[in-house]
């Protein structure tokens, strides 16, 4: 123990509260690099499903061919749909 401060005796002293604590600071430490690899590849799969699901959306809004089918979906979702400026018809209102 010569040259060793009493909290560097306490750290290698096995069971004790300072060794506890530092063993978890060590796995902390080696654990960091391996946690911000799996927080990428995570997040690489979240970025992945919502560039799908966002392709979906785009999909299913692009093929609806009536003023009524958006108005349904609008109100499917709680909007309140816009009033055409037609009158009734189907045409694409002129903006």
Known sequence: HAGKTSLQIKQETEGSPENLVLKKE???SEMMPLKK???RLKMDAV???FKEAEASVLKSVDRIGSMEEVERQLKALGFPAPRSTTTGSTETPLI
């Open 26 to 28: 060590q796995l902390r």
């Open 47 to 49: 970025h992945k499903a």
């Open 37 to 39: 690899h799996l927080i």
